[in-house]
T-cell receptor, first 113, second 109 residues
């Protein structure tokens, strides 16, 4: 079974731009969660989608948004990029939203200049 | 106070050593405890998860939870160079899910 895939793997943007990241979960998994990973803060939860509905949300500003499609694929959007948004963005999928058994993708490394 | 605290290391051990990785957490409501391994330039990989207190063993890995002291541990026996990675602990209670910042481990051949 194919794992979680994320595109693109690397991205360079400038301040003020917006970016969209994509995640394809493991086949059959209906829950997708997004995380931001930085050296200083570690892994921080952004939001979780289950069957196209946002089920949980972390403590991030409204510039961070997401959505999930009927095939469970998910996108995350960051508008008005700031230097501090430079990070590894990880998505993880699970079968029924049991995040204790979630599987992570390789991540998208975003650099904001 | 952070929900999960983890010593960042780095930790360097000789091949074959027993490694002990530890985290403390703040909220007694947390019920699920996870350990992930993350290699450089990869996403975290779930190693083990436990529910409530006690020990869980999987091959060379043993996860231990002590809810009375809010302390979780991962032991790696007969450590190998391939175990060199960053190890992240995580806790979950209801919809709350928190990761430690990770401990970098290097196993020297």
């Amino acid at each position: 079974k194919a794992g979680v895939t994320q595109t693109p793997r690397y991205l360079i943007k400038t301040r003020g731009q917006q970016v969209t990241l994509s995640c394809s979960p493991i086949s059959g998994h209906r829950s997708v969660s997004w995380y931001q990973q930085t050296p200083g803060q570690g892994l921080q939860f952004l939001f979780e989608y289950f069957s196209e509905t946002q089920r949980n949300k972390g403590n991030f500003p409204g510039r961070f948004s997401g959505r999930q499609f009927s095939n469970s694929r998910s996108e995350m959007n960051v508008s008005t990029l700031e230097l501090g948004d430079s990070a590894l963005y990880l998505c993880a999928s699970s079968y029924q939203g049991n995040r204790e058994t979630q599987y992570f993708g390789p991540g998208t490394r975003l650099l904001v200049l | 106070q952070k929900e999960v605290e983890q010593d960042p290391g780095p930790l360097s051990v000789p091949e074959g050593a027993i490694v002990s990785l530890n985290c403390t957490y703040s909220n007694s409501a947390f019920q699920y405890f996870m350990w992930y391994r993350q290699y450089s330039r990869k996403g975290p990989e779930l190693l083990m998860y436990t529910y409530s207190s006690g020990n869980k063993e999987d091959g060379r890995f043993t996860a231990q939870v002590d809810k009375s002291s809010k302390y979780i541990s991962l032991f790696i026996r007969d450590s190998q160079p391939s175990d060199s990675a960053t190890y992240l602990c995580a806790v979950r209670g209801g919809n709350q899910f928190y990761f430690g910042t990770g401990t970098s481990l290097t196993v020297i051949p």
